[in-house]
């Protein structure tokens, strides 16, 4: 299965990143091992997104900036509201980056 590096910016990919860094440069962890560890997580990241996560959210809010490269947009939105079956949040900057999954399989 083919995967995107891109749940590594997340924060909990970004812990893990310095938590692996750390055991390297301590040498609990070999670099390999490390590589290894951020490949499975990617793999995990994409299984559970795919298979596990059921819920709907409706996003709203103003425009600010967009980019399309390499198969890949950016949205920049202010002001913007999520909103699912039981809350609704108001956040005020959010960056949203969509990828095809179709490319996953190629």
């Known amino acids: 299965m083919a ?9 909990i990919g970004m812990c893990l990143t310095e ?7 301590s040498g609990t962890l070999s670099p390999e091992l ?16 795919e298979n596990q996560v059921k819920s709907k959210v409706t996003i709203k809010g103003h425009l ?7 198969n890949v947009w950016t ?13 609704t949040e108001q956040v005020g900057k959010v960056k949203i980056v969509a990828c095809d999954s179709k490319l996953l399989s190629q």
């Open 19 to 25: 938590t692996l860094d750390e055991m390297v440069s």
């Open 75 to 87: 949205f920049i939105l202010t002001d913007a509201q999520f909103k699912n079956e039981e809350t």
């Open 34 to 49: 490390a590589i290894q560890v951020l490949v499975q997580f990617d793999k995990s990241m994409t299984d559970a997104l």
């Open 64 to 70: 600010h900036t967009y980019r399309f490269c390499d």
């Open 3 to 11: 995967t995107f590096e891109l749940y590594r910016r997340s924060t």
